[in-house]
T-cell receptor, first 109, second 114 residues
Framework: GQNIDQPTEMTATEGAIVQINCTYQ??????LFWYQQHAGEAPTFLSY??LDGLEEKGRFSSFLSRSKGYSYLLLKELQMKDSASYLC??????????WGAGTKLIIKP | DGGITQSPKYLFRKEGQNVTLSCEQN?????MYWYRQDPGQGLRLIYY???????QKGDIAEGYSVSREKKESFPLTVTSAQKNPTAFYLC?????????????FGNGTRLTVT
């Protein structure tokens, strides 16, 4: 079966750096997405990786290793507003999105 | 501003009643989707539509129905046959399936059935 694994919850301190991991086993691979979702709100797009390596976008970076079935989202200079759930999703060979359960990130002052 | 509008934000129904959730988009997107989100689980696809007057079942279509009579609109009906309908429902849209464009989501409807 297809599977996406992420930690359920992480805690970090304001101003620090946090890395949220995502491992996947899917039927084929056509890219990996990261979304941010604040409680009770819509998920919003953060990043897309289809080739191995690091994509940097301001305070957020996303890394992909296709051979290891692994990605991470790196958040720098954490702010209180970064408290949210972070969803990892992989597009399989049929261009269907397979979603992880999300990682709830708690930022403490 | 372009976007997706879901209404209502909160919906309460008695068991045995059908209920319809609204989803409208003005992004001119061809593809639209309905997802269900439950605590501790990833988003699960209920139905999707790639073009007007056509739609396909997702992974958990039983107990749900949809229509796509207009490009802008993709309403979801939760029928009395859905065994566990209480959940957070998200509508999304994108450019045609097969490219890497991200999904744009509405703000969701939280349905509670008692």
């Amino acid at each position: 079966g297809q599977n996406i694994d992420q930690p359920t919850e992480m805690t970090a301190t304001e101003g620090a750096i946090v890395q949220i991991n995502c491992t996947y086993q899917t039927s084929g691979f056509n890219g990996l997405f990261w979304y941010q979702q604040h409680a009770g709100e819509a998920p919003t797009f953060l990043s897309y990786n289809v080739l191995d390596g690091l994509e940097e976008k301001g305070r957020f970076s996303s890394f992909l290793s296709r051979s290891k079935g692994y990605s991470y989202l790196l958040l720098k200079e954490l702010q209180m507003k970064d408290s949210a759930s972070y969803l990892c999703a992989v597009m399989d060979s049929n261009y269907q999105l397979i979603w992880g359960a999300g990682t709830k990130l708690i930022i403490k002052p | 501003d372009g976007g997706i509008t879901q209404s209502p934000k909160y919906l309460f129904r008695k068991e045995g009643q059908n209920v319809t959730l609204s989803c409208e988009q003005n992004l001119n997107h061809d593809a639209m989707y309905w997802y269900r989100q439950d605590p501790g689980q990833g988003l699960r696809l209920i139905y999707y539509s790639q073009i007007v007057n056509d739609f396909q079942k997702g992974d958990i279509a039983e107990g749900y129905s949809v229509s796509r009579e207009k490009k802008e609109s993709f309403p979801l009906t939760v029928t009395s046959a859905q065994k566990n309908p209480t959940a957070f429902y998200l509508c999304a849209s994108s450019t045609p399936t097969g490219d890497s464009s991200p999904l744009h989501f509405g703000n969701g409807t939280r349905l509670t059935v008692t």
